[in-house]
Protein backbone atom coordinates (compact mmCIF):
# COMPACT_ATOMS: atom_id res chain seq x y z
CA UNK A 1 0.00 0.00 0.00
CA UNK A 2 0.89 3.53 -0.33
CA UNK A 3 2.36 5.61 2.03
CA UNK A 4 2.43 9.28 3.37
CA UNK A 5 3.36 11.04 6.46
CA UNK A 6 1.90 12.48 8.76
CA UNK A 7 3.42 16.44 7.36
CA UNK A 8 1.79 14.96 4.12
CA UNK A 9 -1.43 14.84 5.37
CA UNK A 10 -1.36 17.66 7.26
CA UNK A 11 -0.97 19.86 4.50
CA UNK A 12 -3.15 18.41 2.30
CA UNK A 13 -6.26 18.78 5.08
CA UNK A 14 -5.26 21.77 4.63
CA UNK A 15 -4.99 22.37 0.90
CA UNK A 16 -8.47 20.19 0.75
CA UNK A 17 -7.02 17.75 -1.60
CA UNK A 18 -8.66 14.95 0.82
CA UNK A 19 -12.01 13.16 -0.73
CA UNK A 20 -12.02 10.86 2.76
CA UNK A 21 -10.17 9.63 5.75
CA UNK A 22 -11.02 6.06 6.46
CA UNK A 23 -10.45 5.18 10.43
CA UNK A 24 -9.81 0.94 9.70
CA UNK A 25 -9.69 -1.56 12.87
CA UNK A 26 -6.64 -4.29 11.82
CA UNK A 27 -6.40 -7.60 13.32
CA UNK A 28 -4.29 -6.67 15.77
CA UNK A 29 -7.36 -4.32 16.84
CA UNK A 30 -5.39 -1.23 16.29
CA UNK A 31 -6.94 1.23 14.28
CA UNK A 32 -5.12 2.62 11.09
CA UNK A 33 -6.17 5.75 9.12
CA UNK A 34 -5.87 5.07 5.29
CA UNK A 35 -6.53 8.45 3.00
CA UNK A 36 -8.27 8.73 -0.20
CA UNK A 37 -6.59 11.67 -2.16
CA UNK A 38 -8.76 14.09 -4.67
CA UNK A 39 -5.66 14.16 -7.43
CA UNK A 40 -4.66 10.65 -7.28
CA UNK A 41 -6.13 7.15 -7.23
CA UNK A 42 -5.79 4.23 -4.57
CA UNK A 43 -5.74 3.83 -0.87
CA UNK A 44 -2.65 5.98 1.10
CA UNK A 45 -1.67 4.58 4.74
CA UNK A 46 -0.56 7.11 7.33
CA UNK A 47 2.89 5.65 7.65
CA UNK A 48 5.67 6.75 10.50
CA UNK A 49 9.32 8.63 10.14
CA UNK A 50 10.06 5.04 9.71
CA UNK A 51 7.79 3.92 7.23
CA UNK A 52 5.59 1.20 9.03
CA UNK A 53 1.78 1.91 9.52
CA UNK A 54 0.52 4.80 12.27
CA UNK A 55 -1.84 3.16 14.85
CA UNK A 56 -3.65 3.75 17.67
CA UNK A 57 -4.83 1.43 20.55
CA UNK A 58 -7.96 3.35 20.98
CA UNK A 59 -10.72 5.77 19.16
CA UNK A 60 -10.47 8.36 22.07
CA UNK A 61 -6.64 9.14 21.44
CA UNK A 62 -7.22 8.76 17.36
CA UNK A 63 -10.17 11.52 17.72
CA UNK A 64 -7.96 13.61 19.79
CA UNK A 65 -5.05 13.08 17.31
CA UNK A 66 -7.46 14.23 14.24
CA UNK A 67 -8.72 17.28 16.43
CA UNK A 68 -5.21 18.64 17.44
CA UNK A 69 -3.71 17.50 14.12
CA UNK A 70 -5.55 18.41 11.45
CA UNK A 71 -7.78 21.55 12.43
CA UNK A 72 -10.01 23.38 10.09
CA UNK A 73 -12.28 22.06 7.93
CA UNK A 74 -11.68 18.12 7.74
CA UNK A 75 -12.79 15.38 5.03
CA UNK A 76 -15.68 13.07 5.34
CA UNK A 77 -14.48 10.44 7.86
CA UNK A 78 -15.80 6.91 7.94
CA UNK A 79 -15.13 3.81 10.37
CA UNK A 80 -14.77 -0.66 9.46
CA UNK A 81 -14.42 -1.98 12.54
CA UNK A 82 -13.06 -5.47 12.83
CA UNK A 83 -15.76 -8.43 13.48
CA UNK A 84 -15.13 -9.61 17.08
CA UNK A 85 -15.30 -13.65 17.19
CA UNK A 86 -17.41 -14.38 20.44
CA UNK A 87 -16.36 -17.47 22.58
CA UNK A 88 -18.64 -19.77 23.69
CA UNK A 89 -18.63 -21.62 27.34
Known amino acids: MNTISESE ?7 KAIKRLHIVQNEA ?28 ASLDRLARH ?15 LKRQMQECY
Open 66 to 80: IREKYEGSLPPISLS
Open 29 to 56: GKYEIIINLTWKEGDWNLATTRGKSREW
Open 9 to 15: LTDFVRN
